[in-house]
């Protein structure tokens, strides 16, 4: 098959099938189709997995000429003009841009009900949410629209779309993939990272897209491994660490049996398996929700009507430019975010808000590492229930914020994480994520690749 073969079928798929999933926002056919023939006529590279492969990309990370919009009124019609640093490389790795997928307004959410343009519907079941706010993303790959998607993770938002659609997502360590064109939310959290059908494809993925980039000061220059390279090692000695917190009251017995079985797979498969203890996991919620707002206010403040984006058709001056185009330009819940944020933030309220979020999160980290001293994984669910109803909690912001209790941890302390489908509950999948220490996604994926 060549480039362009898969390219068009690909199109035509997306063509035939999105109208029921609602996962692109989007499309770039005659670019994609063009790049593919490119590539044909320059010869596929035998040693490059990459080469020719149509990618779906998460509609908050830029791409140079195709229209960005963050599932953003405010962004309808931004054009970037130039490629974020995943883009390029996934550029210069021969990979062909199909288009771009819905997700939560500037990655606010965990159902893509946030979008400002369009409901994505999980692959399993169209009544349900595909998560969020990767929906887009993980919906098209579980589709089968795609191979496979970049999205971006600030609490949760690449593993939990991933677990309710039963496919891989990786969040790698912060610093570990470049930030530069992705529309910041919480700057000291956002990671962006491959969701796949495969664990070992997602490997593939990672290599591609990671590295230092000099426009990303806070990534790393640490020497980037081929996540292949030892995937098939197995998990024999390898120690994996419970915590309790996370399978505690308010978790659906369906998924918590499911974490337990895959505890089970892993002793059989001959690592040791044991319950630890990570003692503020229940303040995270609460410490994520004040720090990533606080950072989404000052980062926001971009969108003022004149350098990006919507302007307000009836403003009469200045002062009317910025208040009526963002009161326009927003929904409710990046409204909802830049006010918690701006208040966290205030003379008044920042030592019991901001400062105290903050010590709460060293705290976090710290427990962190005291698991990591004797444990190379920490096993545990991503979301407490499979996807729910369409409509059923947007409503209920508390609600929505509580489910984020056991992707959020890993966020607040910079961590890699991976969700891999672990099983079904009433017809729908379950996920389980897969903690390492700092930059050791290798491990992670050696023992997603083992219980695959
Ligand atoms: N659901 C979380 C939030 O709304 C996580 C979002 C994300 O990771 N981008 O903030």
Redesign the pocket.
């Known amino acids: 098959i060549t480039a362009e073969e898969l390219t068009k079928q690909t199109i035509d798929n997306i063509k035939a099938v999105d109208s029921d999933i609602n996962a692109f926002i989007n499309l770039d056919e005659d670019a994609a189709i063009e790049k593919a023939q490119a590539i044909d006529k320059a010869g596929i590279d035998p040693d490059n997995v990459l080469s020719g492969i149509p990618v779906a990309i998460k509609d908050n990370i830029l791409t140079n000429g195709l229209t960005t919009t963050a599932a953003s009124k405010m962004l309808e019609n931004f054009k970037p003009i130039f490629d974020a640093t995943v883009t390029k490389k996934l550029n210069d790795k021969q990979t062909i841009t199909v288009g771009k997928t819905n997700m ?1 307004e500037f ?4 159902s893509t009900e946030n979008s400002a343009f369009k409901t994505t519907k999980n692959a399993w079941d169209f009544t349900k949410v595909p998560g ?3 929906g887009g993303s993980a919906a098209a790959v579980a589709a089968g629209e795609i191979l496979f998607s970049l999205g ?7 593993r ?1 779309p991933a677990a309710f659609n039963g496919i891989v997502g990786m969040k790698p360590t912060y610093g570990r993939v470049s930030r530069w064109g992705l529309i910041a ?2 700057s000291s ?2 990671q962006i990272g491959p969701l796949t059908r495969s664990v070992l494809d997602n490997a593939y993925v990672l290599n591609a897209i990671a590295g230092h980039d000099k426009h990303d000061l806070t990534s790393s220059d640490k020497e980037v491994p081929d996540y292949t390279a030892n995937i098939k090692d197995g998990v024999k000695g390898m120690k994996i660490a419970l915590p309790k917190e996370y399978l505690a009251e308010g978790i659906d017995q369906d998924v918590k049996d499911a974490i337990l079985k895959a505890a089970e797979t892993y002793k059989k498969l001959g690592a040791t398996v044991e319950e630890v203890s990570l003692p503020h996991t229940k303040y995270g919620v609460a410490a ?2 004040i720090l ?1 707002s606080s950072e989404a206010s000052s980062n926001l403040q971009r969108f003022d009507g004149i350098r990006y984006g919507y302007r307000s058709e009836t403003a009469k001056n200045l002062e009317e430019v910025y208040v009526q185009s963002r009161s326009e330009g927003f929904g409710d ?1 990046v409204k909802r ?1 830049i006010m918690l944020g701006t208040f966290s933030l205030s003379a008044g309220a920042f030592d019991a808000y901001f400062k105290k979020a903050a010590k709460v999160r060293t705290l976090m980290i710290q427990d962190f590492q005291k698991v990591f001293k004797d444990y190379d994984l920490i096993l545990g669910p991503v979301a407490p229930t499979t996807a729910y109803g369409i409509g059923e909690e947007v409503s209920d912001p508390v609600t ?2 509580l ?2 209790a056991m ?2 941890p890993v ?1 607040l302390a910079g961590l890699p994480s991976m969700s891999i489908p672990a099983g079904f509950s009433n017809g729908l999948p379950v996920g389980m994520q897969l903690i390492g220490r700092p930059f050791d996604e290798a491990t992670i994926y050696k023992a997603g690749y083992a219980f695959e």
């Open positions: 939560d990655a606010m959410g965990g969020g706010s990767s971006s993770d600030t609490g949760g938002s690449i939990q939310f919480g959290f956002d994520y929700y990533s819940e975010r929505m914020y489910n984020d992707t959020i966020n």
